[in-house]
């Protein structure tokens, strides 16, 4: 089992940034992905971007440019760091670890970007 708790999470102006950090524990291997999803209200759960344990990213078209997936591996830790918040990337953001038929999912942290 894999345990993923986020925190970084919070309140910020239009403009501004956020860095978000996930704690993954338990039986954790090294050949995995992991990544950050978000839902907004009235929306679906999408991809925000991906990390590889190798470090190998994806991301999605309306954060390219301004959001950056980074991880410890030797912590097991990965990282977004949000630059340029838009009002439209307020949403609650989950971490995510994926390998083989392996899928665990945090509890959520709330992102909300004023305008």
């Known amino acids: 089992q894999v345990q993923l708790v986020e925190s970084g999470g919070g309140l910020v102006q239009a403009g501004g940034s956020l860095t978000l950090s996930c704690a993954a524990s338990?039986?954790?291997?090294?050949?995995?992905?992991m990544g950050w999803y978000r839902q907004a209200p009235g929306k679906q759960r999408e991809l925000v971007a991906t990390?590889?344990?190798?470090?190998?990213?994806n991301y999605a078209d309306s954060v390219k440019g301004r959001f950056t997936i980074s991880r410890d591996n030797a912590k097991n830790l990965v990282y977004l760091q949000m630059n340029s918040l838009k009002p439209e990337d307020t949403a609650v953001y989950y971490c995510?670890?994926?390998?083989?038929?392996?899928?665990?999912w945090g509890q959520g942290i709330q992102v909300t970007v004023s305008s």
């Open positions: 990390i590889t344990s190798g470090g190998n990213t």
């Open positions: 995510n670890y994926h390998r083989v038929s392996d899928n665990y």
């Open positions: 338990g039986s954790i291997f090294r050949g995995n992905v």
